[in-house]
């Protein structure tokens, strides 16, 4: 295998490991307003409710999928 043709499969594994990530980090603000959406017309106890606003804040912050994705489940959405 040639200079060229490996730096061209090593920027191609660069390439499709970089995609996916760009991908999940469009997704975090979509999730947080359907969160939003959600939460006024939430028929949630109130120590849930509390924890779904908790998990909504902290997926905000942290950026993380399984925070946001459990308040969309307590949620209901």
Not at 38 to 57: Q, S
Request: charge should be negative; charged fraction near 15%; proline fraction near 5%.
């Amino acid at each position: 295998m040639g200079e060229a043709a490996m730096l061209r499969s090593v920027l191609l594994a660069i390439l499709l490991s970089v995609i996916p990530a760009t991908a999940f980090a469009n997704e975090c603000p979509s999730i947080m307003a359907a969160i939003d959406a959600a939460l006024p017309t939430a028929t949630l106890a109130e120590p849930d409710l509390t924890k779904v606003k908790e998990l909504r804040a902290a997926g905000d912050h942290a950026g993380s999928m399984a925070m946001l994705n459990q308040a969309k489940k307590m949620l209901g959405i």
